[in-house]
Every structure is written in structure tokens, then in C-alpha cells.
């Protein structure tokens, strides 16, 4: 199995919710309540609502016949429009059970999201190589990749450590991502730090525009909380 993935003109706040119940306000602001999954396109997933250590959640889940594959799981944000600016987000990822044992809870967020996911910029965290014994495995905690032309194994083989990272990541914990993208620059903050952990100078799809979309793998038992874009 692959070591995973795939999947504002204004000022888009969204705490995740139900359907897009915007009130738009001065600054042109969106918000989304999570109180269901509407507003959603699924791309090899169904999608639910669920309460996760504590905190209310959408959850991913793959389509059935796919749970061993190598897809990626999708939840678009239909009333998403992002070209620069700032995501932020609450993920929780660890393997599902039965999943191959090279699963690593593939995790994150896809944006300038084009074609129903065809064409995409993603960023995503494998939790459970954060805190691994071997160093190497350290080393891929954090990943940047490109749909539909530069994969993370294209990417892994052409310019070995240039687009994945380490960062502490603790498995099945709420883990807080930022990914600030500017122009053809994105960098990515994980829990608060000041520093990012992941810096990519040259986003593949250049200075696109498109969608935003929660992502996991489909060996992932993924939950996702928290989201703002401004």
C-alpha cells in the first residue's frame, strides 16, 4: 500500500456545521455550524456526525467494497471559493481496524480543490509516524502533495525530504493544523507552533483557485473539527 493519500476571494469562517447557514457580515464573512452534514460533496465516502473525545466532529467513512483500497476519502465544501489565506482545523486520525499494517492514519486537508477532486493541492499528517522508533518513518510525520501529477511517491523520488517533515504527533489525538498559502507558497503549523513544520515553495497547480475538502485515506478512521478559513 502507498504511504497514503488521495483529496478566499473573501473571508470564509466556518466552526463546521450543517448546510452553509451563512449571515454575511461587513467584512464578508461565512459561517458553517456542524449540526449536519449538508453542504458536503462526498467523494468515496459517506460521511457522519459524532462526538469524539469530547469535542462534536464529522466522520469520515469509506464506501463499501473500498475499506482496504487506496483512495482517497472526500467531504468538499460546496460553498468553498479559496485561492490565498489561512485554514484551520481539528483532525483525528489512526488506522481503522483491519487495516493493512502499513496504515498510518492519513490525514488532512485539500485546497484549490478543482473537478471534483481531480485536481487538488493536499497537505496531511501520518499520525502514527510521530512518535515511531525508527527515525526514518519520523522523518515522513508530515506530507505535501499535488493531484493528479505529482504524488507523494513522485515526490518522495524526485526530490527526497523536500515536501514531508517531522512533527510530534500523538495518534487519535485532536491535532491542530494551519496551512497559510500564499501565491505558490503554503506552510504548515501544527498545535499552536510558531514555526512552521512544513514549508512548500512551489505548489504544483501554481496560483489556482477552488475548494476546500476535508481529507483522509480510506484505511483511516478520520474525524475533523474546528474549521476556519479566512
Known amino acids: 500500500m502507498r504511504n497514503t493519500p488521495f483529496a478566499l476571494g473573501f473571508v470564509l469562517l466556518l466552526s463546521l456545521s450543517v448546510g452553509v447557514r451563512g449571515q454575511e457580515s461587513k467584512e464578508r464573512n461565512f459561517q458553517l455550524r456542524l449540526d449536519s452534514t449538508n453542504g458536503l460533496e462526498l467523494v468515496n465516502a459517506k460521511a457522519e456526525l459524532a462526538t469524539y473525545r469530547g469535542q462534536h ?3 469520515l467513512i469509506p464506501v463499501s467494497g473500498h475499506e482496504n483500497g487506496d483512495d482517497g476519502m472526500l467531504a468538499i465544501l460546496t460553498g468553498s471559493d479559496f485561492k490565498d489565506g489561512t485554514i484551520e482545523v481539528e483532525v483525528a486520525g489512526t488506522p481503522r481496524p483491519g487495516a493493512p499494517t502499513d496504515a498510518r492514519g492519513f490525514i488532512g486537508v485539500l485546497f484549490r480543490v478543482q473537478d ?13 509516524n510521530g512518535r515511531a522508533d525508527d527515525q526514518l518513518r519520523r522523518n515522513h510525520s508530515v506530507q505535501y502533495e499535488s493531484a493528479p501529477d505529482f504524488p507523494w511517491f513522485r515526490l518522495r523520488k524526485e526530490t527526497p525530504g523536500k515536501y514531508e517533515s517531522y512533527v510530534d504527533l500523538d495518534a487519535g489525538a485532536w491535532t491542530k493544523m494551519k496551512i497559510v498559502v500564499s501565491g505558490i507558497e503554503a506552510r504548515l503549523y501544527v498545535n499552536g507552533a510558531d514555526q512552521p513544520c512544513l514549508i512548500v515553495n512551489d505548489l504544483k497547480l501554481g496560483e489556482t483557485r477552488g475548494q476546500i475538502a476535508l481529507w483522509a ?4 478512521d478520520g474525524y475533523f473539527s474546528n474549521l476556519t478559513v479566512r
Open 217 to 220: 485515506h480510506v484505511t483511516t
Open 116 to 128: 471534483h477532486g481531480d485536481r487538488a493541492e493536499n497537505i496531511y499528517l501520518r499520525p502514527t
Open 57 to 59: 466532529a464529522v466522520r
